[in-house]
């Protein structure tokens, strides 16, 4: 990333800040802001309506989509990387390589929506036996490499949502809009890209979905 590694996502009440150093966030009254100027990249929340604090979610996990057998065997060294990433030492700093891992193809061109899909799927299916934790965090990663992999720039996203709080990673497509995602994707306000913390410097329209 060649941007400062701290975001603060600015809501109507208070400001979170996410360090992309340490994975530490951190929930402040708006007020408490005002005591010194912020010193990473400010992001303006986006308001999507009350959620009540509740959504409704599949009760059981989604067949795999059909995907080339290609896909499915390039997965698999994107997904043991990215799983190395994960459990290599020192553990605290973890998040940081994951984040640091989307972005390794930042500089390339951008994928088309056939390729982000087939990466989408076939990490899922790689990543399907693995006896360990596996979310959006480091499914988003691994397809983001696996598409690097190929000479392609995967639009990667982390972004926050409110009512309650949470936090999710995932895959855009050219278009912007996030690939085989739940529609609950579109109340994340995103906050880092494969560019760094904050909204993309290449333009508001591919920093929101």
Same mark, same amino acid.
């Given at each position: 990333?060649?941007?400062?590694?701290?975001?603060?996502?600015?809501?109507?009440?208070?400001?979170?800040?996410?360090?992309?150093?340490?994975?530490?966030?951190?929930?402040?009254?708006?007020?408490?802001?005002?005591?010194?100027?912020?010193?990473?990249?400010?992001?303006?929340?986006?308001?999507?309506?009350?959620?009540?604090?509740?959504?409704?979610?599949?009760?059981?996990?989604?067949?795999?989509?059909?995907?080339?057998?290609?896909?499915?065997?390039?997965?698999?060294?994107?997904?043991?990387?990215?799983?190395?990433?994960?459990?290599?030492?020192?553990?605290? !700093?973890?998040?940081? /390589?994951? $984040? &640091?891992? @989307? +972005?390794?193809?930042?500089? #390339?061109?951008? *994928?088309?929506?056939? =390729?982000? !899909?087939?990466?989408? /799927?076939? $990490? &899922?299916? @790689? +990543?399907?036996?693995?006896? #360990?934790?596996? *979310?959006?965090?480091? =499914?988003?990663?691994?397809?983001?490499?696996?598409?690097?992999?190929?000479?392609?720039?995967?639009?990667?996203?982390?972004?926050?949502?409110?009512?309650?709080?949470?936090?999710?990673?995932?895959?855009?497509?050219?278009?912007?809009?996030?690939?085989?995602?739940?529609?609950?994707?579109?109340?994340?306000?995103?906050?880092?890209?494969?560019?760094?913390?904050?909204?993309?410097?290449?333009?508001?329209?591919?920093?929101?979905?």
């Amino acid at each position: 990333m060649t941007r400062s590694e701290l975001a603060y996502l600015i809501t109507p009440h208070a400001t979170i800040t996410i360090d992309y150093r340490t994975g530490h966030t951190e929930l402040r009254l708006i007020d408490s802001t005002s005591e010194k100027p912020l010193d990473g990249a400010i992001v303006h929340w986006v308001p999507t309506g009350p959620s009540w604090g509740t959504c409704e979610i599949p009760a059981a996990l989604p067949p795999h989509a059909p995907t080339p057998l290609s896909w499915k065997l390039a997965a698999i060294p994107a997904v043991l990387t990215t799983t190395a990433a994960l459990l290599g030492r020192p553990r605290d !700093r973890a998040f940081h /390589r994951l $984040v &640091r891992l @989307a +972005a390794v193809g930042r500089a #390339l061109p951008p *994928a088309t929506a056939r =390729q982000v !899909r087939c990466a989408v /799927r076939a $990490v &899922r299916w @790689a +990543a399907g036996p693995l006896p #360990l934790r596996w *979310a959006c965090l480091e =499914q988003s990663t691994a397809a983001a490499l696996l598409l690097a992999l190929i000479g392609r720039r995967a639009e990667w996203r982390h972004g926050v949502a409110l009512d309650p709080i949470r936090m999710h990673c995932w895959i855009a497509g050219p278009d912007g809009r996030p690939v085989d995602e739940p529609e609950e994707t579109g109340l994340y306000t995103v906050t880092c890209t494969p560019d760094g913390p904050g909204p993309d410097p290449r333009g508001p329209e591919r920093s929101t979905t």
